[in-house]
């Protein structure tokens, strides 16, 4: 970053608001906080890292510098929570001005520019920390999932995630799932129906019971997904009319036997543990340019495709590419938002 002693600017025109106007990328991809929501959230986040009391910059810095700088990508990766940036930029210097380079969901390569900043040097280092929680933590959230949905391309299988986010951040969390391309299961335990083993150990193991009081419970039609490890479970689920069969723990043999029986009759979902565990998917790195081409690596997340198969530690290549096929859903919750490492970017000079 560097500083200058240049009168204030006006703010850029091209600099967009903290939340863009209705039709821009990141309504398009569904940004899940109003502006007063996403003013208080930023603030708050301020507030808790004491940025309006810096008392390093403030003993530093000459409170009429001016400075300029640049948010920069340090690895490939995509792009989100650009919004909350720009929030956390302006919430310290309102004249600010802001040129977005990247937005949401976009893919970027290692030293693209996402922002070009120009406002006091005060605010610009008192901001800098909380701009960079929300911009590393949620890219790395859309970068993680971008590689399974590239892993996955060319099957009819989707990405989804769960409830297993931060406390706090679960609606910013399944945006940055959509930003990295993949789509979210149920954003709460009211919004559809997902009966597990402890629920089926309450009914005495009666999965029609347990599918017939949900459907009797539950807003009406709503989803009810039933988990099963055997292929009775999953006869009795289909029997009684659920709508998506969640295999869990089983093996490729089992499986092929269930989505036989199933027939099509409801979705198949899988939680994906064994395509998580498999060093070829761990080695791809399927992040797209700026001209959306491939990069070389991801040519090897083509063979993790054979991948999608059941939740287990068995070899998910004995799956034949017919069962795979007929998988609908490869949930990976568990990894997209829980295990995502941070995206890094940094504050640098223009």
């Given at each position: ?74 690895q490939a990766g995509v792009m989100c929570g650009v919004p909350l940036a720009i929030a956390a930029f302006q919430a310290l210097d309102d ?232 998988i609908d859903v490869c949930d990976l919750s568990l990894m997209v938002t829980c295990h995502a490492p941070s995206q890094d970017t940094k504050?640098?000079?223009?």
């Amino acid at each position: 970053m560097t500083t200058s002693s240049h009168p204030e600017a006006r703010r850029c025109r091209s600099c967009p608001p903290a939340r863009p106007a209705e039709g821009e990328v990141y309504d398009q991809l569904g940004f899940p906080l109003s502006d007063g929501a996403l003013q208080h959230r930023v603030r708050d986040a301020l507030q808790e890292d004491r940025a309006f009391n810096d008392v390093t910059t403030i003993a530093t810095v000459q409170s009429d510098r001016r400075a300029r700088a640049r948010l920069v990508a340090r690895q490939a990766g995509v792009m989100c929570g650009v919004p909350l940036a720009i929030a956390a930029f302006q919430a310290l210097d309102d004249k600010c001005v802001i040129r977005v380079e990247a937005e949401d969901g976009m893919p970027t390569v290692k030293g693209d520019t996402v922002l070009f900043l120009s406002g006091h040097a005060r605010g610009l280092l008192s901001a800098e920390r909380v701009a960079l929680n929300f911009l590393q933590r949620l890219s790395g959230i859309a970068t993680h999932t971008a590689r399974y949905v590239d892993a996955v391309q060319g099957t009819p299988v989707r990405i989804l995630d769960t409830r297993k986010t931060t406390p706090g951040w679960r609606a910013l969390e399944k945006y940055a799932v959509r930003c990295g391309g993949g789509a979210n299961h149920r954003l709460d335990l009211s919004s559809a129906v997902l009966i597990k083993d402890n629920h089926l150990m309450a009914v005495h193991g009666d999965v029609a019971a347990a599918i017939r009081r949900s459907r009797e419970l539950a807003e009406p039609g709503a989803t009810v997904e039933v988990e099963c490890d055997r292929l009775e479970q999953v006869q009795a689920a289909v029997a009684a009319g659920a709508d998506v069969i969640l295999l869990d723990n089983m093996t490729p043999e089992s499986m092929r036997e269930c989505v036989a029986l199933v027939g099509g009759r409801a979705r198949i979902d899988t939680d994906g543990k064994m395509l998580y565990s498999t060093d070829r998917l761990r080695s791809t790195r399927p992040i797209r340019s700026r001209r959306n081409r491939p990069t070389s690596t991801a040519k090897r997340a083509r063979a993790a495709r054979a991948a999608i198969s059941a939740p287990s530690s068995t070899d998910h290549g004995q799956l034949s590419s017919r069962t795979s096929s007929k998988i609908d859903v490869c949930d990976l919750s568990l990894m997209v938002t829980c295990h995502a490492p941070s995206q890094d970017t940094k504050l640098r000079g223009p």
